[in-house]
């Protein structure tokens, strides 16, 4: 996949192409639908058709090569993210953060990209080329939702060999649709003719009617009959012949045949490939003669000069892997492991894991392993869980590592029974082994995942001797160490700090306790892993206890922690509750000093999800103070099913509910609170259940059923009390303080104590004045405070689409500065992306557009 700008012409080279007129206007006209089909068979010109005429076309131009692999989801969204890597760097950086948009929320999410970066004026043009090769059902659910999109100076171009797998029927009667066919793309006998011409080819009336009798207007076969005739075949009789011969031998008798035995070896090479980059392929080539003698054979293999890179004509490609058997196998593993090592270079991480499987070097593929995050997707995870199942015995003897990813993909995917009898088999093997370095290897890492493994379920098994795993883990630490780097060794965090489900006092006292055991020992052993998880635990606690200066304190001792030791999601977390901590306050000065320390966390290229936390953090801040319109838009989007408590992040919903609550939509709050609960029972963090019994009875108190309101309190109250989680309460503000006036009025039945509904009240009242003060002074603040010429000489670049390198270019600034200036113009207007910086100061009137 790359993208280019159309107003850079072909480069021809040796090849011949005839301009097709009247095919040029049917794309022409086509181009005005969002959604266009060129549907034909092999060899009809599909692809230079398309290519030729957005060459010639004033917009810019997304060309998606889709090959088999694409039908992997995380191969696909990374080819598709370095396709947007080189319109935006930014954008692309938040679509990695994001990751495949799987589910329509995280669709959502995407689609906030191209409503920020899309330039209004510009055309564009996507074309995704082979699409018949696409068989993904969530990879086609992506496509299908994409280019149905409402942009419209967007239009999908689709190029196949048969109907794309999409619902056409509300396009066509909505004339969204456009049709280019196998009878649209056939050579007229006229065009036929004025081809052969081209070539210099002479033919008398009658060879040029069998010529096309023969073709019948087929691109391909009239580009070998010209070929055939060009190299001294008679014309007629040597026409109506070769359209009877199999099209391979046809390609072996006029093209495979004629060139040095060096470039059939060559090409063959090439064709164990789907990358024909031309640093790749000079870096195969070794000799350089090979690389000019390849221009000479014509549309079979042409360059484009934009893209660097070669094209093959998918016939071609075809026949060139039926004679892969003629290399040898070291010649195929050299092949594969420069390609896995261009891929490598190149940020195709997925397609190099697949050649160096293909080359055997297993080694590489668990460097690179430990390059990623601890957490991928489970697509992902099951890929790389495949890849080690199929390795050979010898690659287990070989890397110890291996024993102990294997288990990881199965931790990932949530294979638990599976990953703890993996576990034990292979601690209890190595452990009767003799001690050495390899031994300590495989069993350092076996019991890192066990208590991992521990860390995950003791939600649900109570058992907190997960600590206990950590140290053995360190006890067999290998003594030269390992490598762990970020994002490899930084913590993934769930939807609560306290990974506790029973409301028993001591449970969560006994797992903070067991963190403080578990810490020293991971951070110690993979690169400062968990560093202030410990004191982030104790904050949670004791801000949901109201102990506010020990929930600060250790708050920003783990803070301190997490960034010494690059543990980001910690980091964003302690930030998160020192924000509420300092609304609690009603310390508005406090709060700016965090959101600025939150937003700088984008700058941090190490840090993965940045993007996507990051509109959380800010989201839950503005749904607080009651400044629905600065959420991302997202966040303000229909609920998804049971996220609330996902094993890595589901804080999203809670934002969600925050937002919907805000505008009286109790039914839509309460399905979804219903769902969540039915889904997770008692197995989930305790402060979540206890959230969403509180919502859920100021739900049913707005919709006038008090009974059930009190009852659903009682049963939150039950909950929070052996451990006095007040806060989770008190942060509902005004609605909460409504519910507790009602129950305090005895006109239903209510076995809370009266002292407590009293003192919540009162504390819901005065917390709800403070949010009104911060939302006073944050209010302020949006109606824009006074931007410098520098950062208005930014804004109005960022108004016109133009790039941080562009506006640094014009600005005479350096890249980083231009970033630093547009942190300080979303502070200052309190917008959360481009667009909105865009709209609030057309809003205050700093921007005239």
């Known amino acids: 996949m790359r993208f280019f700008h159309s107003n850079v012409p072909i ?53 998606i090569q889709l090959s088999e692999r694409d039908n992997l989801v995380f191969r696909f969204w990374e080819n598709f993210v370095q396709a947007v890597a080189s319109i935006s760097e930014e954008s692309a950086e938040k679509l990695r953060s994001s990751g495949f948009p799987e589910t329509k929320r995280q669709f959502d999410r995407y689609m906030t990209v191209p409503y920020m970066d899309v330039i209004q004026d510009a055309r564009y043009v996507f074309v995704y080329d082979d699409f018949h090769l696409l068989h993904n059902e969530k990879v086609l659910s992506f496509l299908r939702q994409s280019i149905t999109a409402p942009f419209r100076n967007i239009t999908s171009i689709l190029i196949s060999r048969n109907e794309p797998d999409i619902n056409t029927m509300p396009l066509l009667s909505k004339g969204l649709l456009a049709k280019i066919t196998e009878n649209d793309l056939r050579f007229s006998q006229k065009e036929m003719t004025d081809y052969f011409q081209m070539l210099d080819l002479h033919l008398s009336q009658e060879a040029l009617n069998a010529v096309y009798r023969d073709t019948e207007g087929w691109a391909f076969a009239i580009h070998l009959t010209g070929l055939s005739l060009k190299n001294g075949a008679a014309n007629t009789d040597y026409a109506r012949s070769s359209m009877k011969i199999n099209i391979f031998n046809l390609i072996t ?18 064709s164990l490939i789907e990358h024909w980059n031309l640093e790749l392929l000079a870096e195969l080539a070794l000799d350089p003669a090979l690389m000019e003698e390849i221009k000479r054979i014509g549309s079979f293999v042409h360059f484009d000069l934009y893209l660097n890179e070669y094209r093959l004509h998918p016939l071609f490609l075809q026949y060139l892997g039926s004679k892969q058997n003629m290399l ?26 697949s050649y160096y499987e293909k080359a055997g070097d297993y080694a ?3 460097t690179l392993v430990y390059t990623m995050a601890q957490v991928i997707p489970n697509d992902m995870a099951q890929f790389f869980l495949e890849i080690f199942q199929r390795a050979p015995e010898e690659v287990y003897e070989k890397n110890p590592e291996s024993h102990v990813l294997r288990v990881r993909f199965l931790l990932i995917q949530g294979r638990f029974e599976e990953t703890i009898e993996n576990l034990k088999a292979t601690i209890s093997r190595f452990e009767a082994l003799e001690n050495s370095p390899f031994t300590r290897r495989v069993l350092f890492g076996s019991y890192i995942h066990l208590g991992f493994y521990y860390l995950i379920r003791c939600i649900e098994t109570q058992d907190y001797t997960f600590y206990q795993q950590f140290a053995l883990a360190h006890r067999y630490y ?20 306290c990974r506790v489900g029973c409301p ?29 998880y410990e004191d982030l635990a104790r904050a949670e606690i004791a801000y949901f206890q109201e102990e506010m200066e020990r929930a600060e304190a250790f708050g920003f001792s783990a803070l301190h922690k997490a960034r010494e030791n690059k543990q980001f999601e910690i980091e964003t977390r302690a930030l998160f509750y020192l924000l509420r901590i300092n609304i609690a306050y009603g310390k508005a000065s406090a709060v700016d000093h965090i959101l600025k320390q939150i937003t700088a966390q984008l700058s941090i290229t190490e840090y993965i999800n940045r993007h996507t936390l990051y509109d959380i953090s800010i989201g839950w801040f503005y749904a607080q103070i009651e400044q629905t319109r600065q959420l991302p838009e997202w966040l303000k989007n229909d609920f998804e099913v049971s996220e609330i408590n996902s094993l890595i992040n589901g ?6 509910i925050k937002y919907q609550l805000s505008k009286k939509r109790y039914d839509a709050v309460l399905a979804t609170l219903e769902n969540q609960s039915k889904k997770y029972g008692v197995h989930t963090f305790l402060l979540g259940r206890i959230t969403i019994l509180a919502i859920k ?5 707005r919709l006038k059923d008090r009974a059930k309101a009190i009852g659903t309190l009682e049963s939150a109250y039950a909950l929070s009390e052996p451990n006095n989680l007040t806060m989770l309460y008190i942060e509902l503000g005004k609605d909460m303080r409504a519910l507790l006036g009602e129950a305090l009025k005895g006109k239903e039945p209510c076995a809370i104590p009266f002292e407590w509904l009293e003192k919540m009240r009162r504390k819901s009242a005065a917390y709800a004045k403070k949010i009104c003060a911060v939302m006073e002074k944050y209010q302020d603040k949006t109606r824009g405070e006074a931007l410098s010429n520098r950062e208005i000489s930014v804004l109005t670049g960022l108004s016109q689409g133009l790039t941080r390198e562009e506006i640094a270019d014009i600005s005479a600034l350096s890249v980083n500065t231009v970033k630093s200036v547009i942190t300080s113009i979303y502070i200052k207007l309190g917008a959360v992306n481009r667009a909105d910086a865009i709209r609030l100061a057309t809003e205050f009137g700093i921007l005239k557009i």
Request: glycine residues 6%; charged residues 15%; aromatic residues 10%.
């Open 651 to 656: 804080l999203e919903v809670l934002v969600k």
């Open 364 to 366: 590489s593929i668990i």
């Open 504 to 532: 028993e006092k001591g449970h969560m006292e006994r797992f903070i306790q067991a963190m403080d055991l578990a810490v020293p020992h991971a951070a110690a052993t993979l690169n400062g892993c968990m560093s202030g």
């Open 697 to 701: 009875a100021v739900c049913y108190y």
């Open 253 to 270: 008798h006029e093209v495979f045949g004629v060139i040095s035995k060096n470039l059939q070896r060559y090409l063959i090479k090439l």
């Open 11 to 63: 480069v021809p080279g040796n090849q011949t192409y005839l301009e097709r007129p009247h095919l040029n206007t049917l794309l022409e006209k086509a181009l005005q639908s969002p959604v266009v089909m060129v549907v034909a068979g092999a060899g009809y010109g599909k692809t230079y058709s398309v290519y030729s005429f957005l060459h010639a076309y004033n917009t810019i131009t997304a060309w």
């Open 328 to 353: 040898s196998p070291g010649e195929k593993k050299e092949v594969y492991s420069r390609a896995a090592d261009w891929c490598l270079r190149h940020n195709f991480k997925m397609d190099a894991v």
């Open 478 to 497: 290998p003594e030269k160490g390992l490598a762990f780097q970020t994002p490899a060794n930084s913590m993934c965090i769930g939807s609560y700090i």
